[in-house]
């Protein structure tokens, strides 16, 4: 009863006193980085929320079991898990828009994974009387590290997919997957290892990568969502305004040239794909190698922070 009071608390309140109902009344274990966006609700057993984990609004979470969202987990918004049992997401990982996910036995989700929009997570299938001779199965669900299920893919009980594998759209996994696969059908199946996905990539062909992303920072980034009309488009330089402040994005390439100095007025970010290149103290920049970069409160940084996850699969954790 006590649970569901909570529950009913925290769908109402703001966002700064969900985190409050939650440690009070349940004895949750939230990291004060972590987020529980507006009329979401969570319930559980035991609660444990990482850093700069994430709940997005308008998701309902009620578990009899334990609930763990590791160091910068998301759980994106309409999405619905219940069940008796648990649910654990590693670090990294990201539960996308509009998904179900039943948890009646244990629900894995291991380090830097994705589940898609729409994606179902089933671990007790059942309807028709067990007694007239209809089957039932009750078993949980474990996703590996760098598991990527894309939109709509139905996972049944049982499933287990081993690490660094891809699951195309649409697709109904009802086994075990190998780890090192692609995955695709109804029912699933492999169809070619994930060697075929993935390139080798050499620094000079990173230094491209991300001539090619400052480019789209430029279009998508800068000119469609802030709204920036006059930016100077160089190969490995962007140079604009933002509210007055002139700035310029700079990639550091992997053979360490060193960029131009900032002048006194102009704010630098840096991109950097070298190893040896220091970079000045309080700088912004993101370390490429280590997907590193420490958080800022400057608006084109966190633009391309998000850009570069949300476009290019490349999630920065912050230093402290």
């Avoid at 980034?221 to 604009?240: A, H, M, N, Q, Y």
């Avoid at 998000?306 to 476009?311: C, E, P, V």
Wanted: with cysteine; net charge positive.
């Amino acid at each position: 009863m006590l649970r569901l009071l909570i529950l009913g608390l925290v769908f109402l309140s703001p966002p700064f006193l969900k985190k409050v109902w939650l440690r009070w009344g349940l004895g949750a274990e939230i990291d004060p980085r972590a987020e529980i966006g507006w009329f979401s609700a969570v319930a559980a057993r035991r609660i444990r929320l990482g850093r700069y984990a994430v709940i997005r609004p308008l998701t309902l979470i009620r578990l009899d079991g334990d609930l763990t969202l590791d160091d910068y987990a998301e759980v994106s918004s309409f999405t619905l898990v219940y069940g008796s049992s648990d649910l654990k997401v590693g670090a990294g990982s990201y539960i996308g828009p509009q998904c179900l996910i039943n948890a009646d036995e244990p629900v894995v989700i291991g380090a830097g994974s994705a589940l898609g929009p729409r994606s179902m997570v089933f671990t007790h299938g059942s309807f028709l009387p067990y007694t007239e001779g209809y089957w039932v199965k009750l078993a949980g669900v474990t996703l590996g590290d760098r598991v990527w299920c894309a939109a709509g893919v139905f996972l049944h009980p049982g499933v287990e997919i081993g690490d660094n594998s891809f699951v195309n759209s649409m697709a109904v996994v009802s086994g075990v997957i190998p780890p090192g696969s692609v995955v695709e059908g109804n029912p699933a199946r492999v169809v070619y290892p994930m060697e075929r996905v993935q390139r080798k990539m050499t620094p000079r062909q990173v230094d491209v990568a991300l001539e090619h992303i400052l480019r789209d920072f430029a279009e998508l980034g800068l000119r469609r969502e802030l709204k920036i009309d006059s930016i100077d488009v160089t190969p490995r330089e962007l140079r604009f305004r933002w509210r007055g402040r002139p700035y310029r994005v700079v990639i550091v390439p992997s053979t360490g040239a060193a960029p131009p100095p900032p002048s006194q007025d102009e704010r630098f970010i840096y991109l950097v794909n070298s190893t040896d290149w220091q970079t000045p103290p309080d700088a912004l920049a993101l370390d490429v190698p280590g997907r590193t970069t420490r958080y800022a409160r400057d608006r084109v940084h966190t633009a391309l922070r998000l850009f570069l996850l949300r476009y290019y699969g490349m999630r920065f954790t912050d230093i402290d």
